[in-house]
Each structure stands twice: as C-alpha cells, then as structure tokens.
C-alpha cells in the first residue's frame, strides 16, 4: 500500500509539469483564407472569420463567426480537455463529443448518428510560427462522404 501512494505522489508532480508544457490556445484568431485548403468545397467561399478562442486548461471555449455567401454563420461550443464524452445534438443527430490532448495537440472528436450510420468529424489543434498561427486539420469520415479541411488562422 506504501508503496503505491508513493508512485501516486511522484506522479503527480510529473502530471502537473506535462500540463503546464501544453500550448494554450486563447486568443482572437483571424481566418486566413489563402493558407486554408478544403476539401469540402462549400467551405472554399467563406469570404472572412474571426474565432476567439479562452483556454484555461482544461477548460476550452471556442467561438466563431465566418461570412458566407454574404450571411454570417456563427458556432460556439465548451469543452473540457479530460477526454470525457459528453452526449448533445448536432442538427437533428444524436452526438457525442469528447476533446483530449495527443501530445501538444489537442483533438476535438464529434461522434454523429445519423439515418445511415455513424459518422466521425475530428479536429486537430495545433500552434505553429511561435504560438502566431493555429491550424486545425479536421477529417471527416461518414457513411455517404470522406473529406479533409486545414483551417489556418493568424493571431491577432
């Protein structure tokens, strides 16, 4: 038993180091068009976005505003980092959500039901140019339709 609350204790202080090494993602981020690429085509007409973005680990909250085709589309969501699947609604769908850390990425993992099976949609944050630009690689896989999106923004 001694033994066991010893490796507990030590591990700690090593647990409490890996988070502090994480990127904090908080900032307002300015959507950069030209370094985006999309395979998803209708996202290639968004003409301007801005995401704002509060990371106090292990609380993340995002938010978003593009212009599209002249209309703005707004989305925001919460999460917490641990890993846990939280149930919720996408549309009309059932979905379950979960956001954890791979490293110094942190993936977001949304778990759709639809009419014609499951579907995937991942996202993968990562900090590049110093902490100056995020990029989020999001793959979607679902029964009807597969694609890849790099989202490049600029800090502002």
Known sequence: M????LC?????PAAAIAAQDRPDFSGTWI??????????RVLAHIERGTAVIEHLEPNFKFSRVYALGGQDDEASFEHSTDGREV???????????????????LVRTIRLQ????????????SLQEGGKRLQIDE???GPLQTFNNVWIFDLK
Do not use: C, H, I
């Open 31 to 40: 959507f950069n068009k030209e370094r985006s690429a999309f395979e998803y």
């Open 114 to 125: 639809t009419s014609k099976g499951e579907a995937f949609n991942t996202f993968r944050f």
């Open 8 to 12: 507990l204790l030590l591990l700690l």
């Open 87 to 105: 149930e919720g609604q996408e549309g009309r769908w059932p979905a379950y959500y979960s956001m954890r850390w791979d490293g110094d990425v």
């Open 139 to 141: 793959q979607y896989k």
């Open 2 to 5: 001694k033994t066991k609350v």
